[in-house]
């Protein structure tokens, strides 16, 4: 559906959907459950803004399902449908024929519509995710494609489709392709999430980007923004390293806004203003690792870490607005609202059930941004807005998606669907008369606040010439309406001559209008411009004139560059990340041009990329400063090219590792692994440097210089009982699994017992070459065997599966098969204990708690205290409430917020109907035989990082792995209720509610 709404994680817990799973949650169809619905409490159960009303344009059966809509120039709605929503997820039944998009009309106008066309409908139709009408042609979104379809014969029935692009990642996902705007310059805007990855064109060839550089994940992290013509021709990547950033918005100054979600649980959603060419920073931008992954200058929060908001290079976030789904966007630039919408972004958030604005002012040469609720749906928590769109008229529509849940790929109710208008008291709702036979009429189509419309008017002005704009720029005291005819006007004949214009008017929006115009051309067109602009007041237009430099090879670039950098203000994040994207590609020259001035300003060295920097970056680390103050500093090595900074920093921790350990300890983490690998002297270091370390980063530091003479001291380590698990797994990553097995065989009983407890969990092929040896030597200690019998199974997947292939040959020795059976007794698969109870002698499966139909138990309450005993008992091995329990599975602090009683009675009930973007399970098979089965939690050319059962992480070589799939199964097994009493189910649900949003 329409975004990653609340995208579940299936995980091993009661609650390893919940929280994130939501859509399974509505089998109410099904058991007769009733919910809180809209239609029949309308007035109490969606809170409007108090000067306008909402009132019901169409309903199911009309619809069902609307994920994405568009109104056109008639005022019809049009409407694509997700009924096939990932069925190998959910489970629900599909149409053969394929999803539809509709066309909804009101012919009577009385405000209702009482027509429905079937647009197109097909097989290869499912959970299209975006639509935008542009005439006769309709642009539909689905990954792997873009599609034009084409009315022809104008009959509302498609005659034809087209590919525009393909290869796109993400079928049948959220995170895939996603909705096309019209802009104001006549071009498209259109973004895909992070699991689109890359661009194809109709023939399947790579999309090349501004630089002529293909657009894929060698250059672009994550979700992209693009801009390109018509004809999908030259392509532009905007901005890169988004989560699932599912709409972009364009206003009539050209400025791109719109919203990203995070990893479901982290309160990390985000609003976004748009800078072209800038980094978003979901993965580290130069490792790829994800958020959480351990780095010098963290950020304290987790919603800021999120975004790798300390690191340079990443963008900052207008507004960071908590948990949620968010899903469409427009700007709203019509006249019908109240004022506080005018002008602003409107944005749907099907997770907490609101349509929102996000007012902004300026602030520096960035943002600031507040909310103020169009509509407030908490009371009725199936109310799932997918996208909001402006008609003709100047009201908003919002297509509700109704279902008792957001996200986990999951659809729990297929019947529902809704769309709502949004007007003033008592307004009608009357679709303007369009004349496009006329300049005049051509330019009032061009001023609707529709786009469709707007598309329309557009269109018929470039047919006459552009007839009438001239006057209309010079005489429109409607700014954004001067501002749609100054973008055709330098699109014109004479656009140079209205560059100057723009660059030279009063209102900074027309000079940062102009900005983006004229950084279309050849440089040598506009330098003179930039060399005005240079001194302009505004910070904003400054930094759109630093955005224009990027990849501009010239020292009048440079010198431009370094007149606005000596204009920055510290702590003004905006200015300095425009800097940081207009010296891209340039950054010695810019550097050198800057550092000439003998006027230097920390930030800009903190944000260069470049060699030259690395003297001043020394300088300011070896400051009689504390520690804490430096961290940021010591972080920016890590972004700068060469091999001076690793010799520099050797340099500081061979200075301070006696009189400041700390500092040298810092120092060490951003020295490159080959530096030490091919240094002697250093590796030296790094190994006498180890005893003033303990815990993770001690094993970091050994695997991540593979410093294989440490293997005895870990072994020591280990057999003393310090960090087993851990410590063992870093000797096997340095290949040293020998020592293990040599010691098991000398050691005393307490030796062995102490390596089985490390080697228990590991799961690869020496660690259960051993464990397995251990269990049939009858040589061996009892206890010992024992332990190594209750080890077994302990790994997952590859120890689990052996226990079952050894019960089932009959390979256990017959007094060890309890204990063998005993280690997969927690496993996540319900499958296999099930199995491994039947090999015990007279056992028969257990028989499970059969619990009351839904309805009765949505009747029960529970006991809150009890509930939580439940969850700590039963959930907390992987999740985690307020930063307690295991952080494997989502984060539940605001599951009661997110998910009516109905979802989370079924997210329990039924754990395994849904798999969160971001949680899939993958198995990693190595070259040495070993099998790993997880979530992978970041992912780069060179490295994997998989997160295990249990919350440890495993590193990965990608040199060293045979082979990375994707599994169609949870890690999640079904039967978690099972094991729970009905009051015990009851109270769990009692105490989940109570975890809401605060």
């Known amino acids: 559906m329409k975004q990653h709404y609340a995208r579940p994680l299936i995980m091993a817990s009661c609650l390893g959907m919940l929280g994130i799973s939501a859509f399974q949650a509505n089998q109410a169809p099904k058991s007769g459950i009733v919910p809180t619905d809209s239609l029949r409490e309308f007035h109490t159960s969606l809170v409007v803004h108090p000067e306008v009303q909402i009132t019901t344009f169409a309903t199911e059966p009309m619809l069902k399902n609307p994920t994405n809509m ?148 060698t250059k672009y992290k994550q979700g992209m923004a693009f801009r390109c013509n018509l004809d999908g021709s030259q392509v532009e990547c905007l901005g890169h390293n988004f989560r699932n950033n599912f709409e972009v918005a364009v206003d009539s100054y050209g400025a791109l806004w719109q919203s ?165 008291k008592g307004h009608a709702y009357r679709v303007p008369a369009l004349d496009l036979t006329t300049p005049s009429g051509a330019l009032a189509a061009l001023n609707n606040p529709n786009l469709a419309t707007r598309y329309l008017g557009y269109q018929k002005l470039v047919q006459l010439g552009l007839a009438g704009l001239e006057t209309a720029y010079s005489t429109e005291q409607n700014p954004r309406l001067k501002a749609r005819a100054l973008w055709m006007l330098i699109q014109g004949p004479n656009g140079a001559s209205f560059i100057e214009k723009a660059v030279q008017d009063s209102d900074p929006n027309f000079r940062m209008l102009g900005i983006r115009a004229m950084k279309r051309l050849p440089f040598a067109s506009w330098q003179a411009h930039a060399q005005k602009l240079q001194k302009d007041p505004n910070p904003q237009v400054r930094r759109e004139l630093a955005i224009a430099l990027r990849h501009i090879t010239t020292p009048e670039a440079d010198a431009i560059w370094t007149a606005l950098a000596l204009q920055y203000e510290s702590g003004d994040r905006w200015y300095l990340e425009a800097l940081g994207i207009g010296a891209d590609g340039n950054w010695d020259t810019r550097l050198s041009s800057y550092l000439a001035s003998n006027q230097l300003n ?35 090595f890590d972004f700068v090219p060469g091999n001076e ?115 228990r969990w590991q799961g690869n092929n020496e660690s259960l070459t051993l464990l397995l040896a251990v269990v049939n030597d009858p040589k061996i200690d009892a206890n010992v065997r024992r332990d190594a019998a209750r080890g077994l199974g302990n790994s997952y997947p590859k120890g689990e599966d052996l226990v079952l292939k050894l019960l089932k040959n009959k390979e256990v020795p017959t007094n060890l098969i309890p204990s063998v059976v005993e280690s997969v007794s927690k496993s996540w698969r319900k499958g296999v204990r099930m199995e491994a109870i039947t090999y015990l002698t007279g056992a028969n499966a257990q028989a499970k708690v059969k619990h009351p139909p839904l309805n009765d138990l949505l009747s029960q309450r529970g006991v809150v205290l009890a509930g939580k005993k439940v969850y700590v008992d039963q959930c907390s091995m992987c999740h985690q409430v307020n930063n307690e329990g295991i952080d494997f599975g989502p984060k539940l602090g605001e599951i009661g917020s997110k998910l009516s009683r109905e979802g989370m009675y079924m997210s329990v009930l039924h754990p395994n109907a849904g798999i969160g973007f971001g949680y899939e399970t993958f198995e990693i098979s190595t070259k040495k035989g070993d099998t790993y089965q997880g979530i992978i939690v970041s992912k780069n050319e060179t490295d994997i990082i998989m997160r295990l059962p249990g919350g440890v992480s495993q590193n990965f070589k990608t040199s060293g792995l045979k082979s990375v799939k994707q599994l169609p199964n949870s890690l999640m097994p079904e039967g978690l209720a099972d094991g729970m009493s009905t009051p015990e189910l009851v109270d769990l649900m009692e105490y989940l509610n109570t975890l809401k949003k605060k």
């Open 260 to 424: 990203d979600n995070d990893d479901d649980g982290n309160k990390g959603v985000r609003i976004n203003a748009v800078f072209e060419h800038g980094n978003y920073g979901y993965t580290d931008e130069m490792t790829g690792a994800g958020w959480s992954a351990n780095r010098t200058n963290i950020e304290p929060e987790i919603p800021l870490r999120h975004w790798h908001l300390n690191d340079p290079g990443s963008m900052p976030n207008l507004l960071q607005t908590g948990s949620g789904s968010p899903t469409g966007m427009i700007v709203y630039e019509g006249n019908l609202l109240p004022t506080v919408f005018q002008g602003q972004m409107i944005h749907t958030d099907a997770g907490p059930n609101v349509v929102r604005a996000y007012p902004v002012k300026p602030k520096g040469a960035g943002y600031e941004a507040s909310i103020v609720n169009l509509i407030d749906g908490s009371k009725d928590q199936w109310f799932r807005p997918a996208d909001v769109t402006v008609a003709p008229d100047g009201s908003v529509f919002v297509a509700d998606w109704y279902d008792p849940g957001v996200g986990g790929h999951q659809a729990g109710d297929q019947t529902k669907g809704r769309i709502y208008r949004i007007a003033p």
């Open 70 to 217: 568009d109104i056109d120039s008639k005022g019809r709605v049009w409407i694509t449908e997700a009924y096939n929503y990932r069925p190998a997820i959910s489970g629900n039944p599909t149409n053969p024929k394929g999803d539809r998009i509709l066309i909804l009309e009101d012919t009577d106008g009385d405000g209702v519509a009482d027509s429905q066309k079937i647009f197109y409908q097909s097989p290869e139709l499912n959970a299209p995710l975006g639509i935008a009408v542009l005439d006769s042609m309709v642009i539909v979104s689905q990954s792997p494609y873009i599609w034009k379809m084409f009315d022809d014969n104008r009959d509302g029935v498609a005659d034809r489709k087209e590919i525009l692009f393909q290869g796109i990642g993400g079928e049948q996902h959220d995170h895939g392709a996603h909705a096309f705007s019209f802009g104001p310059d006549g071009k498209l805007y259109f973004n895909i999430g992070n699991e689109g990855k890359q661009l194809l064109d109709a023939k399947g060839k790579p999309v090349l980007d501004q630089d002529r550089d293909p657009i894929g994940p």
């Open 602 to 636: 920390r930030d800009i060295i903190w944000r260069a990329r470049s060699s030259k920097s690395v003297p001043y970056l020394v300088s300011y680390v070896r400051e009689a400063k504390p520690l804490t103050e430096k961290l940021r500093y010591f972080r920016a």
């Open 645 to 759: 900074k690793s010799s520099q920093l050797m340099q500081i921790i061979n200075e301070s590792m006696q009189k400041e350990p700390s500092l040298a300890m810092v120092a060490l983490r951003h020295i490159s692994a080959e530096y030490i690998q091919q240094n002697p002297a250093a590796r030296k270091t790094v190994i006498s440097m180890l005893a003033k370390v303990e815990g993770n980063e001690y094993l970091e530091l050994i695997e991540k210089y593979n410093l294989t003479e440490m293997a005895p001291s870990l072994l020591k380590d280990l057999l003393a009982g310090k960090n087993s698990r851990p410590t063992t797994k870093v000797i096997y990553a340095l290949n040293q699994g020998g020592v293990i097995q040599t010691k098991f065989k000398s050691g005393t009983i307490a030796e062995k017992k102490a390596i089985i407890e490390g080697v």
